[in-house]
């Protein structure tokens, strides 16, 4: 018998839910987590001490405003603390952003390789995602400006991308930026800005800081390894903050995670190891993979981009399969429309020499029955 039950809100059944990267490998062997981009170095020693400090006093509310990190934030960066409002994650902030400015029947904007979080969000909020195509996987700000229309409400940019790992100069970005509305919101989504050593990279803080139509977007879950903490920040004009804090929930950061982001800005040498790390490694698995004969997309983040042949036995599905079994996990990226593709995060000294060595035997393996 059919029994009634409560309707969701229309649209939320045509979500596809987010699925993160697989985080579990063969039981007998050495777990290389190689799928989420995680910081191999983890966090801080500073931040790790502030958040077992933050321990003693788990039975109070944390600061709503959190303003210890909104001013550890402002002062890293030269900000006005005032236009920082941070969240559980960028994601939250992403999400906010969409509930506080898409409504039924209105659009926003995000590139065909673009963070999945996008079109959940806007969905989410009662909106119509729109796809523009990229050029190279690669934004195009031309693409993205033949899409604008009436109702667009916002426009979401990972600069750089992932999966893909690319990027749009700034004066691109600018671009972008004078060609939309006033009303359109542009969000530039800088999670891997710290990443980026390119002399034509900006992550958009000056944009944010100037424009009445930009927010940046940054997040602690990358290079100052703290996704486990969840904390995420946002640099704005007045007005948006304003908007976010009347939607957000009201301790929606931890006092662990404020005291611990906090103590994560005041350790450059720790932020420079993870760089210089990141640095050492991005073009020697580069180089390593792509003389396997294998396409690498050239990546301005903290991950790779890894194409594979659509042949039976040697395809990205196949790859993944060989490579779980040694006890690396890579990304599978069918739902970002790549299913030829892993993306494959810089890890530990001990995770790359591993990845390495397991695609190169699966590559022999793939290669050795036309070699007979």
Not at 69 to 94: K, P, T, V, Y
Not at 97 to 105: D, E, K, M, P, R
Not at 308 to 336: H, N, Q
Request: proline share 6%; glycine share 8%; with cysteine.
């Amino acid at each position: 018998m059919n029994q009634k039950r409560p309707a969701p809100r229309s649209g939320i059944l045509d979500i596809a839910a987010y699925v993160p990267g697989r985080s579990k490998a063969a039981a007998d062997v050495r777990l290389h987590k190689m799928s989420s981009n995680e910081s191999p170095l983890g966090p801080s020693p500073a931040a790790a001490a502030a958040y077992r400090a933050a321990a003693v006093d788990l039975a109070s509310y944390p600061d709503g405003a959190a303003t210890v990190l909104r001013q550890a934030i402002g002062d890293a960066f030269g900000l006005n603390r005032d236009r920082i409002l941070c969240g559980a994650g960028s994601d939250e902030i992403l999400n906010l952003i969409a509930q506080g400015y898409i409504s039924h029947g209105d659009e926003a904007i995000h590139t065909s390789h673009g963070f999945l979080i996008y079109p959940i969000a806007i969905r989410a909020a009662g909106g119509t995602p729109v796809v523009a195509a990229e050029t190279a996987l690669t934004a195009n700000v031309d693409t993205i400006l033949a899409k604008v229309s009436d109702r667009t409400r916002v426009v979401f940019l990972a600069n750089p991308n992932n999966p893909t790992g690319t990027y749009l100069p700034f004066d691109e970005v600018r671009r972008l930026h004078a060609g939309l509305p006033d009303q359109t919101l542009l969000v530039l989504d800088a999670a891997y800005a710290e990443y980026v050593r390119r002399n034509d990279y900006e992550s958009g803080i000056e944009l944010a800081a100037t424009a009445n139509n930009v927010v940046m977007t940054r997040t602690f879950s990358k290079i100052h390894g703290l996704a486990g903490l969840r904390i995420g920040w946002c640099y704005a004009p007045d007005a948006v903050i304003d908007v976010l804090n009347r939607i957000r929930g009201p301790f929606n950061v931890s006092s662990p995670a404020i005291a611990a982001g906090a103590a994560a800005l005041g350790d450059r040498a720790h932020l420079d190891k993870a760089v210089d790390h990141n640095e050492t490694w991005l073009p020697r698995l580069t180089e390593a993979i792509e003389a396997l004969g294998l396409t690498v997309t050239p990546s301005a983040a903290n991950f790779l981009l890894v194409h594979f042949p659509d042949t039976p036995g040697a395809t990205a599905a196949d790859a993944d399969a060989f490579l779980v079994e040694r006890g690396i996990v890579a990304r599978r990226l069918e739902a970002y429309g790549l299913p030829n593709a892993l993306r494959i995060s810089i890890g530990t000294d001990a995770a790359n020499a591993a990845f390495l060595a397991a695609l190169s035997a699966f590559r022999a393996k793939e290669r050795s029955p036309r070699d007979r």
